[in-house]
Each structure stands twice: as structure tokens, then as C-alpha cells.
């Protein structure tokens, strides 16, 4: 029986010439990532366990990105903890205020993950790593613990969904409306526990940054991992960041999978996920006169450079409208410089935007942008959970960097061709 890309990647990790779904597996971990929130419950259960240090000095990882700089007291203890055994481990991939940026943006502009990688973090979203070709998903602050400890990490194997894409995106249309319109058709637990493998000619239209959106999003419906077929784009995205050799695997041609979904890019329509699931999506001909109070472009999601320029396009010359705060969240300090230096902040600051540092920041309803009782919010961020950006009575629509910035020159939810006129 032959086996999908993710399984191929697991049967090598676990040194098994093959492996089938349900099947129970110990793999070789590559990468084991942490962040300011979840590191300190692993380091804590790490040090239970006795062991005279972490595996490797240089595949351990952790980013201070959820509430750096630190928000409160509680924030700088959680980020103490981790400066403090990230110095006495002596870890080099330790990423604080200055060199930080959000871990799922980071880690690949740094080169810290190449095709072919077992990769584990304490974080949901450590599944955006398989727009590169990489295994890569999110576990609990105990499987961090014994990740950093023994490299290893047990992993029941998944069964997988194929989307096979074809054509190309429309202007104004990106990776966030394709896994939004993906995950408005088969649900948020659609492909519970399975791999999402997209695959097509297609893939070869999408951007890296499209891809690691739609990556990163393969968690809001369910999946254990999302991946995508690495092609002549992904392998000079990597060679540009990393002096390693990436190990590329093609799914067999006689590989399992539990559904196939074919999809035309040029079909996409820009689509806005309602509250309070990413499954609750529309599409502009069903929304009607939405007021907001707030707009956030930023995010692992959508705060890559390309992102920015998208949403700059469409503030470019135009005002934020009355009542609006609008915040932009660059994902890491090189694309904040970048930004800066290509005039986009001057851009967004000129329409009535601000500006913060690098973090994940309201994502998570952490800081930088709460939201108050009866408040929306349209932001390019993954969940629209209830509570997720501040009050359980607030709301937040999930949307594009072209529908967002459309969003906050309108005061409503807005299609970018709105205010383009196109």
C-alpha cells in the first residue's frame, strides 16, 4: 500500500520502511519549538525529569512572542523562566525582545525548518511549517518536556484529505481566502486528526506565504498537520535561509486517502469567517451592512511582508474611517524593517493606522487591541472563537489583509473591489 507525503516523512523518522494510518510510531524530532506561554509549563515538567540536559542545544527552540515585550508581571515571570533556562541549557535558538518575532513567521525566515522535517511545538499552529514540505504539528507542554529531553516523540500516524489545486488566484484573493472557503465546506472538524496534503498544479500559483497561511490554518479543521507538495519555489525558499539539505517526499501514486477535493484558485472568492467559528464563512454577495470598531492585520497567519503589501495597496492615499482603530502587526523585526524601509508604515500611519512591535499580541486577546462588550473586530488572524480577541460579547471576523484593509477605509465589512473599484 503506498503511503502520502506525511506518512513517507514519519516511516523515515520512526526508521520503518513503512507505515499505515492508526498505526502508533516513536520519530526523531528535528525541531521541538516553545513559546512565552507554554514553555514554562515543559520546563517545568522537563526538570522532573532528571535529565543532565536538553537533547540538542540547537534543535530546542523557544520565542518570546505572546505577551513580549511584557505586558505585565505575570508576563515577565512567565518570559524569566524562560530566559533563565534557555541560558543555563545554553540554547542558540533563543529569540527575546530585539530579535523575536511571532515563532511561526520566524522560524522559517530563519531557516529552522527544511523540507523533510519532524517538527513538534507547544503552540496549535506549529502545523504552518508544512508549506514547506515538513511534518510539523502541535502537541501539550508535556510532550515539549520530553521532546527537549529525547528527540523523540510518539505519534499515531494520520489517514489524509488531497486537495489537488488548480488554475490561480484573481486579484485581491490570497492563501487566507482559500483555507477559509476550505474550511467553510468541510467543517472545523473536517479533517479531525488527518493530514491536509495539497498537491495539484495549482500549488505552483500559490506563493510561500500563501501556502504557510493556508498551512497554518489546516487546525481550524481538525487536521493533525497540513502540507504541501514541495516544488521549485518552496526548495529556493529554503536554500535562501538554510545551509541544510532538504529531503523532499512525493506522496505514491497508489497512496490512501479518505477524500479528495478538487479546487479551481480562480473560483475563490475573498470570504469572511463569522463569528464565532472559522467554519462560519461568507462570501460578499451574503454579507450585508457589518459596522466594526476595529481592524488588526498581523498575526502568524497573515503578518508575512506580503501581507502588508496587500494591505497597504489599499490604504495607500485613503483614510482610516471615523470610529475605526486600525492596528498593523508585522510578523518579525526583518519584515518590520523591510516595511519600514519600503515605505508601508509610512503608509499606514498616514491613513490612521498604528503600528506595533512584532507579536501575537490581540490574536489571543492578549494586548495591543482588546476588545470591549458588543465591539468587532475584522482581523487577518486564524480564530474567532467566543472571547478570543477580549469580551465574550465581542465579535471577530476573520478575513484577508485585503478585506481587512478595505474594511477599515469602509467602517464595515468591505471587499477590497469596493474601495479598488474594480
Known amino acids: 500500500m503506498g503511503m ?25 524530532l528535528d525541531r521541538v519549538l516553545g513559546n512565552d506561554i507554554t514553555s514554562p509549563v515543559a520546563i517545568k515538567e522537563f526538570e522532573k525529569l532528571g535529565v543532565s540536559g536538553v537533547f540538542d542545544k ?39 525582545v530585539g530579535e523575536m518575532g511571532i515563532e511561526h513567521a520566524l522560524l522559517p525566515e530563519k531557516g529552522l525548518v527544511v523540507c523533510g522535517d519532524v517538527v513538534i511545538g507547544a503552540d496549535s499552529h506549529t502545523c504552518t511549517y508544512g508549506a514547506l514540505g515538513a511534518f510539523s ?23 489524509a484529505i488531497r486537495f489537488v489545486l488548480k488554475g490561480k ?29 495539497f498537491v495539484g498544479e495549482g500549488v505552483s500559483s500559490l506563493t510561500v506565504y500563501d501556502r504557510l497561511t493556508i498551512a497554518n490554518m489546516a487546525i481550524e479543521a481538525g487536521a493533525k498537520n497540513g502540507i504541501f507538495e514541495v516544488d521549485e519555489q518552496t526548495l529556493a525558499y529554503v536554500k535562501e535561509r538554510s545551509g541544510r539539505t532538504p529531503v523532499v517526499y512525493k506522496a505514491d501514486e497508489d497512496a490512501v486517502y479518505d477524500e479528495t477535493y478538487e479546487i479551481d484558485l480562480s ?16 462570501t460578499f454577495d451574503e454579507i450585508g451592512d457589518v459596522k466594526i470598531d476595529q481592524v488588526v ?6 503578518g508575512h511582508y506580503k501581507d502588508l503589501a496587500e494591505a497597504a495597496e489599499i490604504l495607500k492615499g485613503k483614510k482610516v474611517a ?51 462588550a458588543g465591539e468587532r473586530a475584522v482581523a487577518t488572524t486564524n480564530r474567532n472563537f467566543v472571547g478570543r480577541m477580549g469580551h465574550v460579547e465581542s465579535e471577530v471576523y476573520l478575513a484577508s489583509p485585503a478585506v481587512a484593509a478595505a474594511s477599515a477605509v469602509l467602517g464595515k465589512i468591505a471587499s477590497p473591489y469596493e474601495v479598488m473599484g474594480e
Open 4 to 28: 502520502t507525503m506525511t506518512q513517507k516523512i514519519l516511516a523515515a523518522h520512526a526508521g520503518l520502511e513503512s507505515v499505515e494510518a492508526g498505526q502508533l510510531i516513536l520519530a526523531k
Open 58 to 96: 540547537e534543535k530546542v527552540t523557544m520565542v518570546m512572542d505572546h505577551f513580549a515585550p511584557n505586558k505585565d508581571i505575570k508576563a515577565a515571570a512567565q518570559c524569566k523562566v524562560c530566559r533563565e533556562f534557555c541560558n543555563k541549557e545554553e540554547i542558540v535558538h533563543f529569540y527575546d
Open 137 to 159: 504539528t502541535g502537541v501539550g507542554s508535556t510532550d515539549m518536556a520530553c521532546g527537549m529531553a529525547t528527540g523523540k516523540a510518539w505519534f499515531k500516524v494520520p489517514s
Open 169 to 197: 488566484l484573481n486579484p485581491y484573493v490570497s492563501g487566507k481566502d482559500v483555507i477559509l472557503s476550505i474550511i467553510g465546506k468541510i467543517g472545523v472538524d473536517g479533517a479531525l486528526y488527518k493530514s491536509m496534503e
Open 267 to 282: 473560483t475563490v472568492q475573498p470570504t469572511v469567517a463569522f463569528p464565532h467559528l472559522p467554519e462560519n464563512t461568507k
Open 297 to 302: 492585520i498581523g498575526s502568524c497567519t497573515n
Open 322 to 372: 471615523k470610529g475605526v482603530r486600525a492596528i498593523v502587526i508585522p510578523a518579525t523585526q526583518k519584515i518590520y524593517l523591510q516595511a519600514m524601509e519600503n515605505g508601508l508604515l509610512k503608509t499606514f500611519i498616514e491613513a490612521g493606522c498604528i503600528v506595533s512591535t512584532p507579536t501575537c499580541g490581540p490574536c489571543l486577546g492578549g494586548y495591543m487591541g482588546v476588545l470591549a
